[in-house]
């Protein structure tokens, strides 16, 4: 039997290499007549660059810029052979590389991602894929777009150089010094959610109190966000407040589409394309997959979602391993298998999920 394992990351406990190296030795520990592919899975969010070397040549590259609260700091980029920058902000401006006592959107800031874009474009790139999610910013592409040349003047011609906070107060965006080589090359955005920018589903209001903001300053980035979105209409003839996907990121996803041209794409999609998914799915006969938890986010575009979905189009069964789970309606998956022991804290269930997933998979191989 032809089993393809393409589980994303169970976030905070594994990676999608770890859960998939996992089950392919429990499933071997069975001695049943299993043949195993690992192909590991993302959506844009923490841990696609990592799932994207596995599957490309290429040379790693290690940029020294800045994080999201100005603390120097080395980001890796990866270039394959084919000349395609691999990027994720979550190294350079992601919220896991803060405490939560140095949670503060109005001034965290993307900085050094435009410099590891700039750095991408050193090295003779022809197509960048940017995965976004994992953020810790709410700055709309404010820092990223001044490390690639944009300055952004106050009503007294000063320039702004903050974070989500200092949106409102920018009047007019200079491109004299912007990086033009940018807008030469296939730029894609690997997006984690489809959110648009702005009101009740967008950036500040969904996003805003996983990255610290309180109730007060979520209203005030909504409205920083909308002021800056109305200059960019005004300046370019580009409204970015409903684009879909413009919300992911803190808004950065809207920032570089307006600026610079990005193609906003959903991440388990452009993901799936990269690893050629489709025609791994063709040759198995049974797809596991699976990530921390499945519920009805998942839905919304969530890489084992998406991928089930796909597997269930062309007849095949589909099992998923999580962390934990609720009810599904008209879900793709056959069986979805919680690994957390009853009576475990959640706590408890992120320290011991290696131990959980192999105990849960060699429990279940009969259901293969």
Same mark, same amino acid.
């Given at each position: 039997m032809n089993i393809l394992i393409a589980p994303n990351a169970f976030k905070g406990s594994l990676t999608a290499l770890e859960v998939a190296d996992i089950?392919?030795?429990?499933?071997? *520990?069975? *001695?049943?007549?299993?043949?195993?592919?690992?192909?590991?899975?993302?959506? +844009? +969010?923490? +841990?696609t660059f990592d799932v994207l070397l596995e599957h490309y040549l290429g040379a790693k590259h290690i940029v020294s810029t800045y994080d999201l609260i100005d603390r120097h700091i080395d980001a890796p980029l990866f270039i394959t052979e084919q000349g395609t920058a691999i990027i994720e902000m979550a190294h350079v401006a992601g919220l896991s590389l803060l405490k939560p006592s140095e949670y503060n959107p109005l001034n965290t800031h993307t900085y050094g991602l435009g410099d590891l874009i700039h750095s991408a474009l050193d090295l003779n790139c022809t197509k960048i894929i940017l995965a976004i999610g994992g953020s810790g910013t709410l700055d709309m592409g404010f820092g990223a777009l001044r490390a690639l040349g944009f300055r952004f003047l106050d009503k007294d011609g000063n320039e702004l150089k903050g974070g989500g906070g200092d949106l409102k107060a920018i009047?007019?965006?200079?491109? &004299?010094?912007?990086?033009?080589?940018?807008?030469?090359v296939d730029f894609q955005i690997a997006c984690d959610v489809d959110n648009p920018l702005l009101g009740e589903f967008g950036a500040a209001h969904v996003f805003g109190k996983q990255k610290g903001a309180t109730n007060e300053e979520i209203i005030q980035l909504a409205e920083n966000h909308q002021h800056f979105a109305q200059l960019i209409q005004k300046q370019y003839h580009i409204d970015i407040s409903t684009t879909k996907h413009?919300?992911?990121?803190?808004?950065?996803?809207?920032?570089?589409?307006?600026?610079?041209?990005? *193609?906003?794409?959903?991440?388990?999609?452009?993901?799936?394309?990269?690893?050629?998914?489709?025609?791994?799915?063709?040759?198995?006969?049974?797809?596991?997959?699976?990530? +921390?938890?499945?519920?009805? &986010?998942?839905?919304y575009g969530k890489a084992p979602y998406v991928l089930a979905q796909k597997?269930?189009?062309?007849?095949?069964?589909?099992?998923?391993?999580?962390?934990?789970?609720?009810?599904?309606?008209?879900?793709?998956?056959?069986?979805?298998?919680?690994?957390?022991?009853?009576?475990?804290?959640?706590?408890?269930?992120? *320290?011991?999920?290696?131990?959980?997933?192999?105990?849960?998979?060699?429990y279940n191989a009969h259901l293969l």
């Open positions: 089950i392919k030795s429990s499933l071997l *520990k069975t *001695k049943l007549n299993f043949d195993c592919r690992t192909l590991p899975i993302a959506d +844009g +969010g923490d +841990g009047v007019e965006i200079n491109t &004299q010094n912007f990086d033009s080589r940018l807008l030469l413009g919300g992911a990121a803190g808004g950065i996803a809207a920032g570089l589409h307006a600026l610079c041209g990005a *193609k906003l794409l959903s991440g388990s999609q452009l993901v799936s394309e990269c690893l050629n998914m489709d025609e791994a799915l063709e040759q198995c006969d049974v797809l596991i997959t699976g990530e +921390g938890r499945i519920d009805s &986010q998942s839905s597997a269930k189009l062309i007849g095949k069964r589909v099992i998923a391993f999580c962390g934990s789970s609720e009810h599904l309606v008209n879900s793709p998956f056959d069986h979805v298998i919680p690994i957390k022991k009853e009576g475990q804290s959640l706590h408890e269930a992120m *320290k011991f999920a290696q131990k959980n997933l192999e105990s849960a998979v060699l």
